[in-house]
């Protein structure tokens, strides 16, 4: 990996650890990303990645036979993570996601666990769902929906022909309506809580005005 990235003229690699290790380290050298691989650090470590996520944006590569699991993927982004990708993700891909974390806020999960984020059979949805989904504009739902998609202030921007100053605007809404304090945490808050289900619903209700 390092061998890839070293090739890159805009990403610099200052270094690598094992996971005991890698809070002390971010905190000294402060990199603006820090990419953790399982098992050095798995999703089990949860005060440690909460903590590294404290000091630096985290990409996690866990293993194949659990980065695409929903749960997990959730997880993460409540503790701060800011992508979630598998070993097997290309290089082009790694290299662009790094550039995407760095520049912005904007977070990653499998695709895979995107798309069955919203079945889960044992997610139903919550008082908190029900209240927030009437609370929402139109323009929020769209960017709730955007940012379950690991877009960025400024795809989400050009996707609504809207400024990134206006969607920021929307993202702290959102973020205070849900009562969380980052976008990855209202993404995982909106699929907790079955908020993205009641979405879906209320779109589609007939009866709706």
């Given at each position: 990996m390092?061998?890839?990235?070293?090739?890159?003229?805009?990403?610099?690699?200052?270094?690598?650890?094992?996971?005991?290790?890698?809070?002390?380290?971010?905190?000294?050298?402060?990199?603006?990303?820090?990419?953790?691989?399982a098992p050095a650090l798995t999703i089990e470590n949860?005060?440690?990645?909460?903590?590294?996520?404290?000091?630096t944006k985290v990409i996690h590569i866990a293993k194949a036979d659990s980065a695409s699991r929903s749960i997990e993927a959730i997880e993460a982004l409540r503790l701060g993570v800011r992508a979630v990708l598998a070993p097997d993700t290309s290089a082009d891909e790694l290299i662009h996601i790094l550039r995407t974390v760095s520049a912005g806020s904007a977070?990653?999960?499998?695709?895979?666990?995107?798309?069955?984020?919203?079945?889960?059979p044992h997610r139903h949805t919550s008082a908190l769902a029900a209240s927030v989904v009437h609370s929402?504009?139109?323009?929020?739902?769209?960017?709730?929906?955007?940012?379950?998609?690991?877009?960025?202030?400024?795809?989400?921007?050009?996707?609504?022909s809207v400024s990134t100053a206006t969607v920021r605007?929307?993202?702290h809404h959102l973020l205070r309506k849900l009562g969380v304090g980052s976008r990855a945490q209202a993404v995982a808050v909106a699929y907790e809580t079955g908020l993205m289900a009641a979405i879906e619903q209320n779109s589609t209700d007939p009866g709706r005005s």
């Open positions: 390092r061998a890839l990235l070293d090739q890159q003229p805009d990403i610099a690699v200052i270094g690598y650890t094992n996971g005991t290790e890698s809070e002390a380290a971010a905190a000294d050298s402060t990199p603006d990303v820090t990419v953790v691989v949860k005060r440690e990645l909460a903590a590294l996520a404290a000091l977070m990653v999960i499998p695709e895979a666990a995107r798309q069955s984020l919203g079945h889960l929402l504009t139109p323009r929020e739902t769209e960017v709730i929906a955007l940012l379950t998609q690991g877009k960025s202030n400024a795809e989400i921007a050009q996707k609504l605007s929307h993202v």
